[in-house]
């Protein structure tokens, strides 16, 4: 097991990509604090399945844009464990689909605040409590490369942002701290269920070299391997997994 006796956080942890991530790391031997906002099954489900297989887990209820729930989650943590190893940001989400022109300030903030102002709380909190060796991993996504789909102009900055931050928070924390990102593309997970119609689904899984649609569990694979010594010379990348529907 790669991380046997590691301590990992995951926010957004309790469905879809997040969810795998939770279990891909437990299987590595990791101790895993969930965060979740509204997926409380879930969340509570991987906690039983983690415990009930000798590993230790526990999940918390929390919105990761109020400075105070992050603080908490963190602090549950090291009171638990003593230490944070990995910290995995899968926190995030398109909210709706709304062009710039019909665009609120409070839907832009509270894109930018979702995704991007929960990152950088999370990290904030977390570096005091990680040692030499820690690693943080950031989810980004392909529209930070392309600018997204129709609406998502606000959402695929956000997640430009995580892939900016990625590089810098790099820089400024290692070599202490490694800092990667991955930029998935068309996963099948409830944001595409909600989001995005069918015959773009299809069309988008057609036209890529693999002809289909990513797995969280294949995200959740790159997730926990960037968070092992195995990834140990790379910081500051953004790691696309879209199965070849975009080359950078």
């Not at 979740?36 to 489900?45: F, P, V």
């Not at 294949?218 to 953004?238: C, I, M, S, W």
Request: proline fraction near 3%; hydrophobic fraction near 45%; charged fraction near 20%.
């Amino acid at each position: 097991m790669r991380l046997e006796g590691k301590v990992a956080i995951v926010t957004g942890g309790g469905r879809d990509i997040g969810l795998a991530c939770v279990m891909k790391l437990a299987q590595e031997g990791a101790k895993v604090a969930i965060n979740y906002h509204s997926s409380a099954m879930g969340a509570n489900e991987a906690v039983s399945a983690i415990i009930a297989n000798g590993g230790e887990a526990f999940a918390m209820q929390g919105d990761m844009t109020r400075e105070e729930d992050v603080k908490a989650l963190v602090a549950k943590t090291v009171d638990t464990w003593g230490k944070v190893d990995t910290l995995m940001h899968v926190t995030g989400g398109l909210l709706k689909r709304v062009a710039i022109a019909e665009m609120t300030l409070d839907h832009w903030q509270a894109v930018m605040d979702v995704n991007t102002t929960s990152f950088f709380l999370a990290v904030r909190e977390c570096i005091p409590h990680m040692s030499e060796g820690s690693s943080i991993v950031a989810f980004a996504s392909q529209a930070g490369r392309d600018g997204g789909g129709p609406g998502a102009a606000a959402y695929a900055a956000s997640k430009g942002a995580i892939m900016t931050l990625t590089r810098g928070l790099a820089k400024e924390l290692g070599p202490k701290i490694r800092v990667n990102a991955l930029c998935p593309g068309m996963i099948d997970t409830d944001f595409h269920n909600i989001f995005t119609k069918p015959e773009v689904r299809q069309h988008v899984a057609n036209a890529a070299p693999l002809k289909r649609e990513g797995t969280p569990q294949d995200t959740a694979n790159l997730a926990v391997y960037l968070a092992t010594d195995e990834a140990a010379f790379l910081t500051g990348v953004n790691v696309d997994i879209n199965g070849g529907m975009l080359f950078s």
